[in-house]
């Protein structure tokens, strides 16, 4: 649970530094979810706090037009039919 709680936190790279500008996320209306958002990294990225999350273990996203995409951003199923066309090439050539 903890790692997809890191997965959708979008600011990490504020978290790398563990400091904020002025104004975190300064294009954002001032808003319940930008205040979750905020006191979120600042909790998981305090190291005397309950819910630290350690830098070695902590994912970055990025958003692009309101959603998630993985490090390496292609198709989920095309990286599984990837994976599954190695695995199972050399019992059927």
């Known amino acids: 649970m903890r790692k997809f ?16 500008s002025e104004q975190a996320l300064p294009s954002w209306n001032d808003s319940k979810p930008k205040q979750s958002i905020i006191s979120f990294v600042e909790e998981v990225t305090d190291p005397n706090s309950k819910s630290y999350v350690k830098p070695e273990e902590r994912i970055a996203v ?22 599954r066309i190695k695995e199972l090439a050399p019992a059927n050539p």
């Open 62 to 83: 990025f958003d692009n037009d309101g959603t998630l995409w993985a490090e390496q951003p292609i198709y989920f199923q095309l990286a599984f039919v990837s994976d």
């Open 5 to 20: 709680i890191a997965l959708i936190t979008i600011i990490i790279l504020y978290a790398s530094s563990n400091a904020f």
